[in-house]
C-alpha cells in the first residue's frame, strides 16, 4: 500500500498499525489508533507534517497521555507520540530549555537541583512538557504559563517557529496553544533559590499527591473547578463518590477522579462523567465542564 511504504520510508523512528491507545494513556482505555509514529527528531516531525497534508489524513499529537480519554473506537489517521528522542533539559542562566518529551516531574527535579525556583509545583504530575503547555498545567497555586519565555512549534506547514509570550494565551487548564502545531521545545525563565530548600519542596508535593490522590489509572481531574468551588466537592456533595458503571468508579479518596478498577472501556468511562454532570446539574444548578480531553470515535 502506497500510504505505508511512504510512512516506511519517512519513518526512521518507526511506526505500528492499529495500535490500542489503551498501552499509551493513563486511564488504561481508548481504542485503536490506525497509524501510531514515534518520531525520532524534529526532521522526522516536519516530513510528518507535510506527509499529513498531502495524504490528507487527519494528525492527532499524543504527549504522555495523562489529560486524554480515547473513546473505544480509537483514533482515525495519525497519532504522533512526542516521547524520549523529545526528553532534554538544558540550563541557560536562570532558565532551563527542554524538550517538549520531557516528564514534568524530571523537569521540576531538575530545577530543584540546579537551584532554579518556579517549577516545584510540577512535581508529580505525570505529563509531559508539550501537554502541560498545551493544558496550561498546574498544581497549589501555580501554572506553568507564566514561566513561559519561548515555545517552539513545528507548524501546520511543516516549519519550525519560535513563539513568544505575545503570541501566547494562557487560561485556566487550556491555552491557545491547542491545534497551532506541534510543541517540540520551550523555553521556561526560573529564579535563583537555594537547593536544598527546592529539593525539599518537591517532596512535599510529591507526599502531598500521594495522600490526595488514587494510586489506581485515572487521568487526574476529570471537571474544571467552577467558579467558587471545587468540582470535587460538588460531587461528593451530590452523592458522586463510590459511583460505577462498568469497572470506571469515581475515586473514593477525589470525588473528582475516576478510576480503572480493571479493564473499564472508555464507554464506562464517558457514561460515568456524564452521569456526574447530570447529578452535579440537579443538584446544584451548575453545569461541569470536562479538564480531560474526550477523543476519537465510538465504537
Ligand atoms: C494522577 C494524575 C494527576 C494529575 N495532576 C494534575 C495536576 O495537578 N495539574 C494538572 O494541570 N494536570 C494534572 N493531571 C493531568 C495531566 O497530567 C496534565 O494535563 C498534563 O499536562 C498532560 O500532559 P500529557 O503529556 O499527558 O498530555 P496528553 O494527555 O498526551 O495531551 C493533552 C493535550 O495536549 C496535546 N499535546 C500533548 N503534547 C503535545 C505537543 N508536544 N504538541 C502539541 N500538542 C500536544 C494533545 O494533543 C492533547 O490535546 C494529572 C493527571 C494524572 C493522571
Given at each position: 500500500m502506497k500510504l505505508e511504504q511512504e510512512l516506511g520510508r519517512i519513518m526512521r523512528g518507526g511506526y505500528k498499525k492499529n495500535e490500542p491507545m489503551s498501552l499509551h494513556t493513563s486511564w488504561r482505555a481508548g481504542g485503536p489508533a490506525d497509524y501510531y509514529l514515534f518520531p525520532a527528531d524534529r526532521d522526522e516531525l516536519k516530513e510528518i507534517v507535510r506527509f499529513q497534508k498531502r495524504a490528507g489524513l487527519p494528525l492527532f499529537v499524543l504527549g504522555n497521555g495523562t489529560n486524554l480519554l480515547v473513546r473505544d473506537g480509537g483514533i482515525r489517521g495519525l497519532v504522533v507520540h512526542i516521547g524520549e528522542p523529545f526528553s532534554y533539559i538544558c540550563r541557560e542562566g536562570e532558565m532551563l530549555r527542554a524538550g517538549s518529551g520531557t516528564p514534568l516531574t524530571l523537569l521540576a527535579q531538575r530545577a530543584a537541583e540546579e537551584g532554579l525556583?518556579?517549577?516545584?509545583?510540577?512535581?508529580?504530575?505525570?505529563?509531559?512538557l508539550g501537554g502541560a503547555l498545551v493544558m496550561n498545567a498546574g498544581a497549589f497555586g501555580s501554572y506553568?504559563?507564566?514561566?513561559?519565555?519561548e515555545v517552539s512549534i513545528i507548524s501546520p506547514g511543516g516549519e519550525q517557529v519560535r513563539l513568544v509570550p505575545e503570541d501566547i494565551v494562557f487560561g485556566y487548564r487550556q491555552s491557545?496553544?491547542?491545534?497551532?502545531g506541534i510543541i517540540v521545545e520551550a523555553l521556561l525563565k526560573l529564579e535563583e533559590g537555594d537547593p536544598e530548600t527546592l529539593k525539599r519542596e518537591v517532596e512535599r508535593y510529591h507526599a502531598e499527591r500521594r495522600r490526595r490522590?488514587?494510586?489506581?489509572p485515572s487521568a487526574g481531574s476529570v471537571f474544571r473547578n467552577p467558579p467558587g468551588n471545587p468540582a470535587g466537592r460538588l460531587i461528593e456533595a451530590a452523592g458522586g463518590k463510590g459511583l460505577s458503571i462498568g469497572a470506571a468508579r469515581v475515586s473514593e479518596k477525589h470525588a473528582n477522579f475516576i478510576v480503572n478498577?480493571?479493564?473499564?472501556?472508555a464507554r464506562d468511562i464517558e457514561s460515568l462523567i456524564e452521569l456526574i454532570r447530570q447529578r452535579v446539574k440537579d443538584k446544584f444548578g451548575v453545569e461541569l465542564e470536562t479538564e480531560v480531553r474526550i477523543v476519537g470515535e465510538e465504537r
Open positions: 525556583r518556579g517549577l516545584g509545583f510540577a512535581a508529580g504530575i505525570p505529563g509531559s506553568i504559563g507564566p514561566l513561559v519565555a491557545n496553544l491547542s491545534g497551532r490522590h488514587p494510586t489506581l478498577t480493571g479493564g473499564a472501556s
